[in-house]
């Protein structure tokens, strides 16, 4: 059965003619009585008693007249649902905190100008609760730090960038030192579970480190601001401290034996089915992740 079959059926209860009906769906006479009784041998049932040229709706027909109109309505909401999403489509955007901060505005401006209509719809958390919503599907894709753990998750490498040492210009600790020797001093560091300390413990476990950070924070700013009054070497992203470096608030302390280097992923439910238009946004935010 289809839409169509209650949709002839219920113009047919209207007017109580198949003709008159068939005048009004613009189809012949022998259409619509074909459809009333295809409707009637798929469930075995009488729509209709035929007296004295006119077609009175049994009691069976009745109760399924009420229920056809039902599921014309729900479809007409559907449809109308349907051509709303269309018309003004929304796109769910996940990104962990510090890519949330820093690159996520820049995207969606661009999304918005690009896209006119667009809604678009942000989620900035710690990784893990990132993933999982990309995983349940409540977030169309996200842009994380490192790999995702969830093996549901795909993931495209969209950039790379440095986690740096830092101080304030008043800190007395030389300017290049080893990874053990600079985890001597004052550390600042982000909590753990985030990825700035999970990447950073990376590193300390290949170098047999253990560290026990005067301050742990959710907050770069709050680390960043410690460190520019000279509280201790903080360890976050190069692009965070750019400026500070520059403005001559903090200074960066090499490390001779390491590199700390992080990589930024495109994640997505590997199930995920994008229609052309989702898979226009998709690319479009892939590659301007980075503008």
Not at 58 to 63: A, P, S, Y
Not at 273 to 286: I, P
Request: net charge positive; glycine share 4%; aromatic share 8%.
């Amino acid at each position: 059965m289809t839409i169509r079959h209650l949709k002839v059926f219920i113009c047919v209860c209207k007017h109580s003619s198949i003709t008159r009906a068939a005048e009004e769906l613009f189809i012949a006479q022998p259409a619509v009585s074909n459809t009333i009784s295809e409707i009637e041998k798929h469930y075995n049932v009488v729509l209709f008693n035929r007296i004295n040229q006119r077609l009175r709706l049994t009691e069976e027909g009745e109760l399924l007249l009420l229920k056809a109109k039902e599921v014309i309505l729900a479809f007409e909401e559907f449809e109308s649902s349907a051509q709303n999403v269309s018309t003004n489509p929304i796109l769910r955007i996940g990104a962990s905190l510090t890519i949330g901060n820093q690159q996520i505005p820049d995207l969606v401006k661009h999304l918005k100008t690009r896209f006119k209509g667009l809604n678009v719809q942000i989620s900035i958390n710690q990784t893990a609760i990132i993933e999982n919503k990309v995983s349940e599907g409540t977030l169309d894709f996200a842009f994380i730090q490192g790999k995702p753990a969830n093996t549901h998750l795909k993931a495209k490498h969209v950039s790379s960038n440095n986690l740096i040492a830092v101080c304030g210009k008043s800190y007395n600790i030389p300017d290049t030192v080893t990874l053990k020797e600079l985890c001597k001093y004052d550390l600042l560091l982000r909590e753990d579970g985030s990825v700035s300390r999970e990447f950073l413990s990376y590193f300390l476990g290949i170098y047999n480190i253990t560290v026990s950070p005067v301050i742990e924070s959710v907050s770069n700013q709050a680390l960043i601001s410690a460190a520019c009054e000279n509280l201790g070497v903080t360890i976050l992203p190069e692009s965070l401290l750019t400026e500070h470096i520059n403005n001559k608030l903090l200074k960066k302390i090499n490390i001779s034996d390491c590199e700390l280097t992080r990589n930024c992923y495109m994640i997505y439910h590997k199930n995920k089915t994008f229609n052309s238009f989702k898979k226009e946004l998709f690319d479009f935010s892939f590659d301007n992740f980075n503008r």
